[in-house]
């Protein structure tokens, strides 16, 4: 089954991210990136499944309790796919906000690019 570009901005937010098992999350980059996808952070560029699976874990890493909450739903045109994101810790207010636009090919993510929007100080 061929994935469309929103159903794809969506497995990335939620079955890449959210995911905390390396082996599932693995599991889904290998379906639903291509082998040479480019991921674009706001501070550094990362290239092929296995940086982004290495970068989804360090972010997990990072803060363990925070969860990635979509904003809204799901959009897409052509071959480019958006889904605002909300992120920080579980029931608690987001700390980040922001977007992903996840440029896609014969149903895999081809190129991702994560703009950050808002950053609030914890309380």
């Given at each position: 089954?061929?994935?469309?570009?929103?159903?794809?901005?969506?497995?990335?937010?939620?079955?890449?991210?959210?995911?905390?098992?390396?082996?599932?999350?693995?599991?889904?980059?290998?379906?639903?990136?291509?082998?040479?996808?480019?991921?674009?952070?706001?501070?550094?560029?990362?290239?092929?499944?296995?940086?982004?699976?290495?970068?989804?874990?360090?972010?997990?890493?990072?803060?363990?309790?925070?969860?990635f909450?979509?904003?809204?739903?799901?959009?897409g045109?052509?071959?480019?796919?958006?889904?605002?994101?909300?992120?920080?810790?579980?029931?608690?207010?987001?700390?980040?906000?922001?977007?992903?636009?996840?440029?896609?090919?014969?149903?895999?993510v081809?190129?991702?690019?994560?703009?950050?929007?808002?950053?609030?100080?914890?309380?």
């Amino acid at each position: 089954m061929t994935r469309s570009s929103a159903d794809l901005v969506r497995v990335n937010l939620l079955e890449v991210f959210n995911e905390p098992d390396p082996v599932r999350r693995a599991a889904v980059i290998a379906q639903h990136y291509a082998e040479d996808v480019v991921w674009h952070e706001p501070d550094r560029i990362n290239k092929g499944r296995t940086e982004l699976a290495r970068r989804a874990e360090e972010l997990r890493a990072e803060n363990p309790d925070w969860v990635f909450r979509p904003v809204g739903r799901p959009s897409g045109l052509d071959d480019i796919g958006h889904l605002g994101f909300q992120y920080g810790p579980a029931g608690q207010p987001p700390i980040v906000s922001g977007m992903d636009i996840a440029r896609t090919r014969n149903g895999v993510v081809i190129e991702l690019y994560t703009l950050v929007t808002e950053i609030r100080q914890p309380s």
